[in-house]
């Protein structure tokens, strides 16, 4: 059972490039979140999977695009990269009253 | 608004000695609040879950406590250890029509020295 698997652990881009995150949970969870962790600011929302096929955006969404593949994924696209999206990157999936499981992390620089 | 607050921002204590930390939300509708270590450079991971009608709830050193009414709950950490050098965050989930919500608070960074 691995849980909430995301790729890349680790991204240098430079400003301007794109790039998508992705992750895939295998515990057949609803919901799935994407966060951003920069330091002294705790967890941001980003964007989030309420269930297969619908998005919203949470606190911090500009500069992103999410997409819902299936149940399993749910995929993090920057089109234009810029500095200030330097950050750590979890993604987390849900199931109401049970707890939220996350990913490892991706470390993202935009240089 | 929802929210989640959590105090202090960060802490150092001695190993060996208690301390608490300290978690407010104004979630409402409020399903459930869940406390969660994250070690430097990993996920976070649950430690334990308070619904509404449970009081207190250990998980071998950790005692977590809720208080429904007044919206507070605390992490207990007794005969810390080198360990549990970490971030702390309390997550309070809602319940409503899109399948559950969750709220973050920003952390408490506890620091154990030897």
């Known amino acids: 059972n691995a849980g909430v698997t995301q790729t890349p652990k680790f991204q240098v881009l430079k400003t301007g490039q794109s790039m998508t995150l992705q992750c895939a949970q295998d515990?057949?969870?609803?919901?799935m979140y994407w966060y951003r962790q920069d330091p002294g600011m705790g967890l941001r929302l980003i964007y989030y999977s309420a269930s297969e096929g619908t998005t919203d955006k949470g606190e911090v969404p500009n500069g992103y695009n999410v997409s819902r593949l299936n149940k399993r994924e749910f995929s993090l696209r920057l089109e234009s990269a810029a500095p200030s999206q330097t950050s750590v990157y979890f993604c987390?999936?849900?199931?109401?009253?049970?707890?939220?499981?996350f990913g490892q992390g991706t470390r993202l620089t935009v240089v | 608004k929802n929210q989640v607050e959590q105090s202090p921002q960060s802490l150092i204590i001695l190993e060996g000695k208690n301390c608490t930390l300290q978690?407010?939300?104004?979630?409402?509708?409020?399903?459930?609040l869940r406390w969660y270590k994250q070690d430097t450079g990993r996920g976070p991971v649950s430690l334990t879950i308070?619904?509404?009608?449970?009081n207190t709830k250990s998980n071998g050193r950790y005692t977590a406590t809720l208080d429904a009414d007044t919206k507070q709950s605390s992490l207990h950490i007794t005969a810390s250890q080198l360990s549990d050098s970490a971030s702390y965050i309390c997550v309070v989930s809602s319940q409503g029509s899109t399948l559950g919500r969750l709220y973050f608070g920003r952390g408490t960074q506890l620091t154990v020295w030897p």
């Open positions: 515990m057949n969870h609803n919901s």
């Open positions: 978690c407010n939300y104004t979630v409402s509708p409020f399903s459930n």
């Open positions: 308070m619904t509404f009608s449970e």
């Open positions: 987390a999936s849900y199931r109401q009253g049970t707890e939220a499981f």
